[in-house]
């Protein structure tokens, strides 16, 4: 079953703007991940924020997570044409699945 | 280099016909998943499987068959009864399943003839 949910479904930006998509979920989670796939290609894992935590960051991604809230958020800055691609959150709790969300669909325009 | 090899890229797929997608690591990864992916939408868990000659299945399983006689290969069988097959279907590995990232294929995409 999917327990994210992601939003907005899509975001067109110019270059150099941020990007910036949210994730809500439904139960109780280990962890909270989020993926990139380019069109007609497999995900690219992105980053991992564990539930005690409360942000993270991996060069130009940031990424919140608030769990009184079940909720997330994906921060690009300085966007480039080449983030253009599907970004989806997917949780993680105690046993072997992730569930994903449907995703955001990024746009940069040059 | 390491990583998830799936084939074919493409896969067309007549009435009432069988058909298996490959999937194979050299990540040393214990867990193995399917999932299925339609226009638009998220991942749809399939199968996965925790351990060699061990599988589970997943939210979707009806008309999907696997084996995992090797850690290194997860083939998915899509069988007849499996009414709706078009989709892109995406083959993952991991160490500890929900717990740590997940590393993915490039997909197959099957289709109707």
């Known amino acids: 079953s999917q327990q994210g949910e992601e939003d907005p479904q899509a975001l067109s930006i110019q270059e150099g703007e941020n990007a910036t998509m949210n994730c809500s979920y439904k139960?109780?989670?280990?962890?909270l991940q989020w993926y990139r796939q380019n069109s007609g290609r497999g995900l690219v894992h992105l980053i991992l924020?564990?539930?005690?935590?409360r942000e993270k960051h991996s060069g130009r991604l940031r990424v919140t997570l608030d769990t009184s809230k079940k909720s997330s958020s994906l921060l690009i800055t300085a966007s480039r044409a080449a983030d253009t691609a599907s970004y989806f959150c997917?949780?993680?709790?105690?046993?072997?699945?992730?569930?994903f969300g449907a995703g955001t669909t990024v746009t940069v325009r040059a | 280099d390491g990583g998830i090899t799936q084939s074919p890229k493409y896969l067309f797929r007549k009435e009432g016909q069988n058909v298996t997608l490959s999937c194979e690591q050299n990540?040393?990864?214990?867990?193995m998943y399917w999932y299925r992916q339609d226009p638009g939408q998220g991942l749809r868990l399939i199968y996965y499987?925790?351990?060699?000659?061990?599988?589970q299945k997943g939210d979707i399983a009806e008309g999907y068959s696997v084996s995992r006689e090797k850690k290194e290969s997860f083939p998915l069988t899509v069988t007849s009864a499996q009414k709706n097959p078009t989709a892109f279907y995406l083959c993952?590995?991991?160490?500890?399943?929900?717990?740590?990232?997940?590393?993915f294929g490039d997909g197959t995409r099957l289709s109707i003839l």
């Open positions: 990540l040393n990864h214990d867990a």
């Open positions: 139960t109780s989670i280990n962890n």
């Open positions: 993952a590995s991991g160490l500890e399943g929900g717990k740590l990232p997940q590393h």
């Open positions: 997917a949780t993680g709790a105690n046993d072997y699945k992730l569930s």
């Open positions: 499987s925790q351990i060699v000659n061990d599988f």
């Open positions: 924020i564990r539930s005690n935590e």
